[in-house]
């Protein structure tokens, strides 16, 4: 490992311009005759739009435009879609209501589209947005997914809000193994909505060029080209060969800037309407409403063990909440993405999942980091923990007795999983969190009259998003490849352009250190290039925990074409046969002489094309690759959470974390650990902080960031992580990826120690210092009136 | 529409604005400093802090009628042109402090008056609770900590 190469804690090249605000984000880019967009949201839950009346507003100084839903559908801009299709039990299609980016008819949720005002200001487009007024005609809200099936139809075409009930696995082998069962576990699990809030707010920047009838789309997406792919093809605003999207610098995303919203369409049809460059910039609390939640599932689940603690069957029956519409991916997060899941680190012969998915008159619910994982792992592993204790089971021995120890591994759900040691992430994560000591700790604690706990969660996932073949054979709509393309200056620098998509990841750097260590060269020669559609050939983007597993293959497969061109081409110069050329630290030899040629030597001829005829060999130094992984990646470890509370006023301190995850070859340690960090954090967040409720009427009352509690530098404490490495073996570079790890499994871990500090189960997420205050008081009355 | 003047980054700025312009606008929009940052609408994340007369603040909570005849410094000002980074800068690389950049800005500004307040030998508990008025969604704040300790130290030398 050079100081640059695979495997170094390289300082990313990117922070430069990070740290000296020179960073270039959507709202940061000003276009020449840029007018405002403003758009006009629903203040109801559900109502019928009776009428929209725009001659007030249209009136306003500055006011360029009006438009509203009518006008789009005479536009006939088409609808926004779900590109993954579910299919129930009985085999019929998920229900797909329509979803027009602007409402028109009626509206679903507090905070739908109705209108967008366009000025020359971002003031004058304010004020006169206030000035439309929109006639409602308030309908009942549902709002609750757990009873929405018994409540009146939002969408015609989804009877009971049912959009689908889907199931997998085996029914009659689990209810088998349910009777048979020695002991079984059963929880009520609520898994909380969340609220991404990537501290970048989306923006959007649609522009038209009426000389080349071409459209640009500057925006914070995490997939330029499969947003290109959307709107042109499915929602029809611009055909795909005359619409450029440029996604710059973008600051975070975690799956909420993956989607196709209203937005974007509208400020792109917009620009065309009225001859001007159209930006729209969210606001946060318009943010709260207008980003795809993430989570938000009720779940039965039953575990069977048998005499020895073996776990022999597990039945899962959730509903999902998926909003008012169907967002981009959300059919398949709490499907494909989740039930597969559900055997964990264990050998289970037998599970069986059940999954409906409702609509509410909520905001749209898709992929939020981990995306239907962080809700398998809190079921599994709550369950197991739980199990253990009501066993009287050791929680660490309980695991050990069920981990899967031959690989590959076949589940009851689908997945395979290639290589893992889960036994070695425990006893490394034990060691480091000393949880020996415990006890002791556990006893000082209650001296100063804390209670202490210590949970477990030991974790797996399927990303490395994903086999076109599987996924498709799913009901995926598209392919989940990854494409590179390899390009040799003549003067020897590299440009490597990629699908991917970087907004926090470290690309720049991670990239160029792959480059710069196959091909020998200096990694200030490496350049990375990507989140424009007319740069970059088609590429999926970034999400899943996919840009290492799949992106840098596809770069690597495009550096072994590269490396064998530039053989051809140092066979030219040095007089040599092709196969006597070795290629090594950056330089050509022939083997077994002292012949050689430089890297930049052997780069200029390739263009100079002097030693070589056309029809030997074409010029230039430049290839591409399109990988297809074979199978998804299975990162997995061991966190181990240590908390005290204060039983008088509920606060949970974490008092220590141990992190020891399976993430295969590592890049870029530094960078790693970083996305540990920040998923733990937002894991902790979902435990201990975060939720979107809604009232009985369907407004969201966590509507903003006072009232919204997102993790702050206090809630968290420092990490200790470490890593056991068997490495991927379905990709050269042996990479599982780590993006979402922390962040699926975290909240179990949290939730395990809490619960073992204070002595009852009976408590859910996030177990505010109110809601742990409630269940110490509960679990005492009870034990009273028991007493 | 009011007329204001301030100093900017040493530079004396002067230009008619509405009244309601927010000073986070005032700086990104007329004078397309565009290193300070809008991450919410309620004073919360801090994605937008500035000095103004050598104290942090929330531009976002600021007029910019209300810097009238001040001195303002943003994040383009902290380093030198065509200097090296300010130490807070480089320790922010040196940890990987950052992975979205987006609120780092904020950060940095907010750390660098940390340093003024607190002194220069700054202890983990600390730092956490004075960044309770900046949110970062990315890193867990973990390595944020870390390079802010080590900037302060090293701001002690410059």
């Given at each position: 490992?050079?100081a640059?190469?695979?495997?170094?804690?390289?300082?990313?090249?990117?922070?430069?311009?990070?740290?000296?605000?020179?960073?270039?984000?959507?709202?940061?880019i000003?276009?020449?005759?840029?007018?405002?967009?403003?758009?006009?949201?629903?203040?109801?839950?559900?109502?019928?739009?009776?009428?929209?009346?725009?001659?007030?507003?249209?009136?306003?100084?500055?006011?360029l435009?009006?438009?509203?839903?009518?006008?789009l559908?005479?536009?006939?801009?088409?609808?926004?879609?779900?590109?993954w299709?579910?299919?129930?039990k009985?085999?019929?299609?998920?229900?797909?209501?329509?979803?027009?980016?602007?409402?028109?008819?009626?509206?679903?949720?507090?905070?739908?589209?109705?209108?967008v005002?366009?000025?020359?200001t971002l003031?004058?487009?304010?004020?006169?947005?206030?000035?439309?007024?929109?006639?409602?005609?308030?309908?009942?809200?549902?709002?609750?997914?757990?009873?929405?099936?018994?409540?009146?139809?939002?969408?015609?075409?989804?009877?009971?809000?049912?959009?689908?009930?889907?199931?997998?696995?085996?029914?009659?082998?689990?209810?088998?193994?349910?009777?048979?069962?020695?002991?079984?576990?059963?929880?009520?699990?609520?898994?909380n909505?969340?609220?991404?809030?990537?501290?970048?707010?989306?923006?959007?920047?649609?522009?038209?060029?009426?000389?080349?009838?071409?459209?640009?789309?500057?925006?914070?997406?995490?997939?330029?080209?499969?947003?290109?792919?959307?709107?042109?093809a499915?929602?029809?605003?611009?055909?795909?060969?005359?619409?450029?999207?440029?996604?710059?610098?973008?600051?975070?995303?975690?799956g909420?800037?993956?989607?196709?919203?209203?937005?974007?369409?509208?400020?792109?049809?917009?620009?065309?309407?009225?001859?001007?460059?159209?930006?729209?910039?969210?606001?946060?609390?318009?943010?709260?409403?207008?980003?795809?939640?993430?989570?938000?599932?009720v779940?039965?689940?039953?575990?069977?063990?048998?005499?020895?603690?073996?776990?022999?069957?597990?039945?899962?029956k959730?509903?999902?909440?998926?909003?008012?519409?169907?967002?981009?991916?959300?059919?398949?997060?709490?499907?494909?993405?989740?039930?597969?899941?559900?055997?964990?680190?264990y050998?289970i012969?037998?599970?069986?999942?059940?999954?409906?998915?409702?609509?509410?008159?909520?905001?749209?619910?898709?992929?939020?980091?981990?995306?239907?994982?962080?809700?398998?792992?809190?079921?599994?592993?709550?369950?197991?923990?739980?199990?253990?204790?009501?066993?009287?089971?050791?929680?660490?021995?309980?695991?050990?007795?069920?981990?899967?120890?031959?690989?590959?591994?076949?589940?009851?759900?689908?997945?395979?999983?290639?290589?893992?040691?889960?036994?070695?992430?425990?006893?490394?994560?034990?060691?480091?969190?000393?949880?020996?000591?415990?006890?002791?700790?556990?006893?000082?604690?209650?001296?100063?009259?804390?209670?202490?706990?210590?949970?477990?969660?030991?974790?797996?996932?399927?990303?490395?998003?994903?086999?076109?073949?599987?996924?498709?054979?799913?009901?995926?709509?598209?392919?989940?490849?990854?494409?590179?393309?390899?390009?040799?200056?003549?003067?020897?620098?590299?440009?490597?352009?990629?699908?991917?998509?970087?907004?926090?990841?470290?690309?720049?750097?991670?990239?160029?250190?792959?480059?710069?260590?196959?091909?020998?060269i200096?990694?200030?020669?490496?350049?990375?290039?990507?989140?424009?559609?007319?740069?970059?050939?088609?590429?999926?983007?970034?999400?899943?925990?996919?840009?290492g597993?799949?992106?840098?293959?596809?770069?690597?497969?495009?550096?072994?074409?590269?490396?064998?061109?530039?053989?051809?081409?140092?066979?030219?110069?040095?007089?040599?046969?092709?196969?006597?050329?070795?290629?090594?630290?950056?330089?050509?030899?022939v083997?077994g002489?002292?012949?050689?040629?430089?890297?930049?030597?052997?780069?200029?001829?390739?263009?100079?094309?002097?030693?070589?005829?056309?029809?030997?060999?074409?010029?230039?130094?430049?290839?591409?690759?399109?990988?297809?992984?074979?199978?998804?990646?299975?990162?997995?470890?061991?966190?181990?959470?240590?908390?005290?509370?204060?039983?008088?006023?509920?606060?949970?301190?974490?008092?220590?974390?141990?992190?020891v995850?399976d993430?295969?070859?590592?890049v870029?340690?530094?960078?790693?650990?970083g996305?540990?960090?920040g998923?733990?954090?937002?894991?902790?967040?979902?435990?201990?902080?975060?939720?979107?409720?809604?009232?009985?009427?369907?407004?969201?009352?966590?509507?903003?960031?006072?009232?919204?509690?997102?993790?702050?530098?206090?809630?968290?404490?420092?990490?200790?992580?470490d890593?056991?490495?068997?490495?991927c073996?379905?990709?050269?570079?042996?990479?599982?990826?780590?993006?979402?790890?922390?962040?699926?499994?975290?909240?179990?871990?949290v939730?395990?120690?809490?619960?073992?500090?204070?002595?009852?189960?009976?408590?859910?997420?996030?177990?505010?210092?109110?809601?742990?205050?409630?269940?110490?008081?509960?679990?005492?009355?009870?034990?009273?009136?028991?007493? | 529409?009011?007329?204001?003047?301030?100093t900017?980054?040493?530079?004396?700025?002067?230009?008619?604005?509405?009244?309601?312009?927010?000073?986070?606008?005032?700086?990104?929009?007329?004078?397309?400093?565009?290193?300070?940052?809008?991450g919410?609408?309620?004073?919360q994340?801090?994605?937008?802090?500035?000095?103004?007369?050598?104290?942090?603040?929330?531009?976002?909570?600021?007029?910019?009628?209300?810097?009238?005849?001040?001195?303002?410094?943003?994040?383009?000002?902290?380093?030198?042109?065509?200097?090296?980074?300010?130490?807070?800068?480089?320790?922010?690389?040196?940890?990987?402090?950052?992975?979205?950049g987006?609120c780092?800005?904020?950060?940095?500004?907010?750390?660098?008056?940390?340093?003024?307040?607190?002194?220069?030998?700054?202890?983990?508990?600390?730092?956490?609770?004075?960044?309770?008025?900046?949110?970062?969604?990315?890193?867990?704040?973990?390595?944020?900590?870390?390079?802010?300790?080590?900037?302060?130290?090293?701001?002690?030398g410059a």
């Open positions: 490992m050079t640059t190469g695979i495997g170094a804690a390289v300082r990313r090249k990117e922070d430069f311009r990070f740290v000296t605000g020179k960073g270039q984000y959507t709202d940061d000003s276009r020449p005759g840029e007018a405002r967009a403003v758009f006009v949201r629903s203040p109801h839950a559900h109502a019928a739009i009776k009428r929209v009346d725009t001659a007030a507003a249209a009136a306003m100084p500055g006011v435009a009006v438009l509203t839903g009518a006008e559908a005479a536009d006939q801009i088409g609808h926004l879609i779900c590109g299709m579910i299919h129930s009985d085999g019929s299609p998920m229900k797909m209501a329509p979803h027009p980016a602007l409402a028109a008819g009626k509206v679903c949720y507090v905070g739908d589209p109705v209108a005002v366009v000025a020359e003031a004058q487009a304010r004020d006169a947005a206030e000035r439309i007024k929109v006639d409602y005609d308030v309908l009942p809200a549902v709002t609750d997914p757990a009873k929405a099936q018994a409540e009146p139809a939002i969408h015609e075409v989804a009877p009971r809000n049912t959009i689908y009930q889907w199931h997998l696995g085996d029914a009659k082998a689990v209810d088998a193994a349910l009777r048979a069962a020695r002991h079984v576990t059963r929880l009520d699990i609520v898994n909505r969340l609220v991404p809030n990537a501290m970048e707010p989306r923006v959007a920047i649609g522009e038209y060029d009426r000389g080349n009838d071409s459209f640009t789309l500057w925006n914070t997406t995490q997939n330029p080209h499969v947003a290109r792919l959307v709107i042109s499915f929602v029809r605003v611009a055909p795909e060969h005359k619409l450029r999207v440029i996604a710059p610098d973008v600051g975070g995303g975690f909420s800037k993956i989607f196709i919203y209203p937005e974007e369409v509208v400020c792109l049809w917009a620009a065309k309407k009225v001859g001007r460059p159209v930006k729209w910039t969210c606001d946060r609390s318009e943010a709260f409403l207008a980003d795809a939640h993430g989570r938000d599932h779940t039965h689940a039953e575990m069977a063990f048998d005499e020895g603690g073996k776990i022999i069957g597990l039945k899962v959730t509903i999902a909440n998926l909003g008012a519409y169907m967002s981009t991916f959300s059919s398949s997060i709490p499907t494909y993405l989740y039930a597969t899941l559900l055997s964990g680190q050998d012969p037998a599970i069986y999942c059940e999954v409906d998915a409702v609509y509410t008159n909520t905001v749209p619910v898709d992929a939020y980091r981990g995306a239907g994982r962080p809700e398998a792992t809190f079921v599994v592993e709550r369950l197991v923990e739980v199990g253990a204790r009501e066993q009287g089971i050791d929680p660490a021995e309980l695991r050990k007795r069920n981990f899967i120890r031959s690989f590959p591994h076949q589940t009851p759900v689908i997945m395979t999983y290639d290589a893992g040691d889960y036994q070695a992430s425990l006893k490394k994560a034990m060691e480091l969190a000393d949880v020996k000591g415990f006890g002791k700790r556990k006893r000082e604690s209650m001296r100063a009259g804390k209670l202490r706990g210590l949970g477990y969660s030991t974790y797996i996932e399927a990303c490395g998003i994903a086999p076109s073949q599987a996924v498709g054979s799913l009901g995926c709509g598209v392919g989940l490849w990854e494409s590179a393309e390899v390009r040799v200056n003549p003067t020897g620098s590299v440009e490597v352009l990629t699908g991917c998509h970087q907004h926090g990841q470290g690309h720049e750097t991670t990239f160029a250190q792959v480059v710069s260590d196959r091909l020998g200096p990694i200030e020669q490496v350049s990375v290039i990507h989140g424009d559609t007319d740069k970059v050939q088609f590429g999926m983007g970034t999400y899943g925990s996919r840009s597993a799949v992106g840098l293959t596809a770069v690597v497969k495009a550096i072994e074409k590269v490396e064998a061109k530039a053989k051809k081409v140092a066979a030219f110069m040095l007089e040599a046969a092709e196969a006597d050329i070795e290629f090594r630290n950056g330089k050509f030899t083997a002489t002292d012949k050689s040629a430089a890297w930049g030597e052997v780069a200029l001829n390739a263009y100079i094309a002097h030693k070589f005829a056309g029809a030997q060999l074409e010029p230039g130094l430049k290839e591409s690759a399109f990988y297809d992984p074979t199978n998804f990646t299975f990162p997995a470890g061991c966190h181990i959470c240590e908390v005290e509370i204060d039983p008088d006023t509920g606060r949970t301190e974490i008092v220590g974390w141990t992190a995850d993430f295969g070859k590592v870029n340690p530094m960078i790693v650990e996305q540990v960090h998923g733990v954090a937002q894991g902790v967040g979902q435990a201990l902080l975060e939720k979107a409720v809604y009232d009985k009427d369907g407004q969201l009352v966590s509507g903003s960031l006072m009232d919204y509690t997102m993790p702050r530098a206090e809630h968290l404490p420092t990490l200790k992580v890593t056991t490495v068997t490495p073996p379905s990709n050269p570079l042996g990479i599982k990826g780590c993006g979402e790890a922390g962040a699926i499994a975290a909240p179990a871990a939730i395990n120690a809490i619960t073992d500090a204070i002595g009852t189960e009976d408590l859910a997420m996030p177990a505010t210092p109110q809601a742990v205050w409630a269940a110490i008081r509960r679990a005492a009355s009870m034990q009273k009136a028991a007493e | 529409m009011p007329a204001v003047s301030m900017v980054n040493g530079k004396a700025v002067t230009a008619d604005v509405d009244p309601r312009t927010l000073l986070v606008q005032f700086l990104r929009e007329n004078l397309r400093l565009t290193g300070t940052h809008v919410c609408d309620t004073t994340c801090g994605a937008c802090v500035v000095h103004l007369d050598g104290v942090a603040v929330k531009s976002c909570t600021v007029l910019a009628l209300q810097a009238d005849g001040c001195n303002v410094l943003t994040i383009e000002g902290l380093a030198a042109p065509d200097g090296p980074l300010h130490p807070m800068q480089e320790a922010f690389r040196e940890h990987h402090g950052l992975q979205c987006f780092t800005p904020g950060m940095v500004m907010t750390a660098v008056d940390i340093v003024r307040r607190k002194g220069h030998e700054l202890d983990e508990r600390t730092i956490r609770q004075e960044l309770d008025g900046n949110l970062c969604r990315c890193t867990g704040y973990h390595n944020i900590v870390k390079a802010i300790a080590a900037g302060a130290r090293a701001m002690k």
